[in-house]
């Protein structure tokens, strides 16, 4: 007797789909799973035999082979439990074949016959409307995740003894319907606003450069000026995300099991602070079947990287590959993996060891070549990947006791909104949305420069000793300012404040 059920499992942020096919003859009593599963999907023989046996059905011994295709992708997770069990039970005659054949199972089975929810529920729901597989069974739980594909009808199950009775037209099976959810483009209120920052105000205008172009920052002064502050309100001026973007960040946290229970669609842009300990996989990911690391968390939002000079070397040095191709590669023995890190950085550092190297209050007691090695961590070509360099300094005892309240977030990203447009009208038939993703081709092409401008950009690229590609960051941040400006032509007012964002780290003593 054979039989064949339809599964699913992730590879990368996808969903791939899994023919789940059973066959049952006589021979010894055996089970055994083939098609490369991992020790999750192994051990679903003792899950799905034992949840059947609870559910009230007993199996005949007979020699059980469950074979997972295509045969060459390894195959992880606990997601197949259901789909082995449907065509395990198909294959015995406990179910309609006709009623299996046309809907997709997933999710993992308990030893009494309940069922679990699982991670990356709506990846698979994805690939299940686009092979049009019109039926998606699975735990309840996963259901609001699965419904915000359109055009497939989702059945919440709470143990496989419902499924049973339901295909067997011995109870009626409610589809899921959806939850109200928050329309896509809202903002979701912060506590965190730009309004509670007093003074600063260069700094604010850099970061409020940086949303506007999708820049990479970094901030350096010492201890208490204010500088996780201001990374942390960044994400609050960045503009609100599109039904796509809010779709590829609710699928990569989907996969990564970071979904709330019941959860809808992720509206707010992430924002990623991981410890400086951080080991290479967890920046970038891996594992033996790769999982998202924290560049992929980050898509669409901020990552924040504080102190950058204590993390390790290599760790910064990994960031180079996603920072230019806004994507990262992980190649295996069964497979290559490619996960999006399309992030805005923000890094922040101190200018020494001690924090107080050009300190108005503070003497620092460092010496020479301390201040060396510690700058020395954070490398040329990792610094040529940060558009904007900016100081911040220690803020005014007037300005703290100002009492009129600063900019609000709000203010600030209508501003950045307004300048985000002007970039998707220029940029959208490149299939691209802000400047900062600008090839060398592109810069020629969209970045007109006034003759004084030019004459300007050539003595700093000489005086600077500027790369081919601080160049064209230079360039970027100068057309974000213009835009900011409301003007067509990037002038040399926009190129000499894109100038003072530029290598403006003072590590000298």
């Known amino acids: 007797m054979f039989a064949k059920t339809i599964g699913a499992a992730t590879a990368g942020i996808n969903g791939i789909i899994i023919e789940v096919e059973a066959d049952i003859s006589n021979g010894l009593p055996s089970f055994d799973i083939v098609g490369l599963p991992d020790p999750a999907v192994r051990e679903a023989k003792e899950r799905v035999r034992t949840a059947i046996k609870n559910s009230g059905i007993k199996l005949p011994p007979r020699k059980i082979t469950i074979n997972l295709a295509p045969a060459d992708l390894k195959k992880d ?21 006709s009623r299996c054949q046309h809907a997709m199972f997933a999710g993992e089975l308990s030893l009494e016959g309940n069922l679990r929810p699982i991670h990356g529920i709506l990846p698979m729901a994805i690939s299940c409307h686009e092979n049009n597989i019109p039926f998606l069974f699975l735990a309840k739980g996963n259901e609001q995740e699965a419904l915000l594909v359109d055009n497939i009808t989702v059945y919440p199950l709470g143990s496989l003894l419902e499924l049973i009775d339901f295909f067997n037209n011995k109870t009626t099976l409610p589809s899921a319907q959806k939850a109200t959810e928050s329309p896509i483009g809202s903002n979701i209120e912060s506590m965190d606003d730009f309004s509670d920052v007093q003074g600063q105000f260069t700094a604010k205008r850099a970061l409020e450069i940086a949303a506007s172009g999708g820049h990479n920052v970094l901030m350096c002064g010492a201890p208490g000026t204010g500088k996780t502050m201001l990374a942390r309100r960044t994400a609050t001026i960045l503009p609100a995300m599109s039904k796509q973007e809010a779709l590829e960040v609710t699928k990569i946290y989907s996969i990564a099991g970071l979904l709330k229970k019941d959860s809808g669609i992720i509206l707010q842009r992430p924002f990623r602070s991981p410890h400086h300990t951080i080991s290479n996989a967890g920046m970038v990911g891996g594992g033996t079947i790769p999982k998202p690391g924290e560049v992929t968390l980050s898509h669409n939002g901020v990552l924040f990287l504080d102190e950058l000079p204590e993390f ?21 023995i069964n497979a290559s993996y490619t996960f999006p890190a399309s992030f805005m950085l923000i890094a922040s550092m101190n200018p020494c060891p001690c924090g107080f190297l050009g300190d108005k209050l503070h003497h620092c007691t460092c010496t020479p070549n301390e201040i060396k090695r510690y700058t020395k961590k954070i490398s040329g070509p990792l610094l040529d990947r940060i558009d904007i360099h900016i100081q911040v300094p220690r803020v005014d005892y007037t300005d703290m006791i100002n009492d009129k309240k600063a900019e609000s977030s709000a203010t600030i990203r209508q501003r950045v909104e307004k300048a985000r447009q002007i970039q998707y009208d220029r940029l959208v038939k490149y299939h691209l949305h802000c400047n900062s993703q600008m090839n060398h081709a592109l810069i020629k092409k969209l970045c007109p420069l006034t003759t004084n401008a030019q004459n300007m950009l050539k003595i700093v690229f000489e005086q600077m000793a500027l790369s081919a590609r601080s160049y064209d960051r230079l360039i970027k941040v100068s057309r974000t300012i213009a835009d900011l400006d409301n003007s067509s032509t990037i002038s040399e007012k926009h190129i000499a404040e894109a100038i003072q964002f530029k290598n403006n780290i003072n590590t000298s003593k």
Not at 77 to 84: A, F, K, N, S
Not at 324 to 331: H, L, M
Request: proline share 10%; aromatic share 4%; charged share 25%.
């Open 77 to 97: 997770g606990c997601g197949l439990d259901l789909p082995i069990a449907v065509a395990l039970l198909d294959a015995y005659g406990f179910l309609p074949p």
């Open 312 to 332: 390790n070397k290599s760790t910064l040095e990994v960031l180079r590959q996603p920072l230019e191709d806004r994507e990262i590669s992980i190649s295996r």
